[in-house]
């Protein structure tokens, strides 16, 4: 299998910044946007690609860790905002996957922009794997997909 660069199919959710997310000022705490980041694949396993995430690391025993990460943070998002947090595939290879990441307030105004590379990895050994066929089936039908490239919920 060859590498594929792609970059127009987008994947988001609506998600409430709440208390736990922020530092004392009101403000989102900068690590939170990577814990919200990882919500977000993990929902887009589970709604846009019908994979169960959970069922992927517990039971197949097959992780996906992150091995770069670049990240801009380019505004302040508060508590209470509502945000829309989106995601695209940069490059998809054999046993790594590239994701362009966003986080954009109610305004519209981007908040926060990420890259991270993400490598398929067995969990027994903890040695880099082929995407297992199925994930990589499942991202290749959702990228080819004629349905609107937004998902919300």
Known sequence: ?????VNSKRFAVQV??????????G???FSQYL?????????WFDQAL???YAHMLQTDKV?????????DFRAVTRMGEMVNMGLTISKLGNRSLTLALDCTGPDG???????K????TSLQTHQAISAPSHIRQAMERWLSSSNPSENRS
């Open 63 to 71: 992780g996906l860790p992150i091995v770069h990460l670049e990240c």
């Open 117 to 120: 590379v993400l490598v398929f």
């Open 35 to 43: 814990v919200l980041f990882n919500g977000l694949v993990e929902d």
């Open 27 to 29: 403000i989102i705490f």
């Open 50 to 52: 019908g994979v169960s």
């Open 109 to 115: 105004q981007l908040r926060v922009a990420a890259q």
């Open 1 to 5: 299998m060859n590498d594929v660069a």
């Open 16 to 25: 409430p910044i709440r208390f736990a997310h922020c530092d004392p000022a």
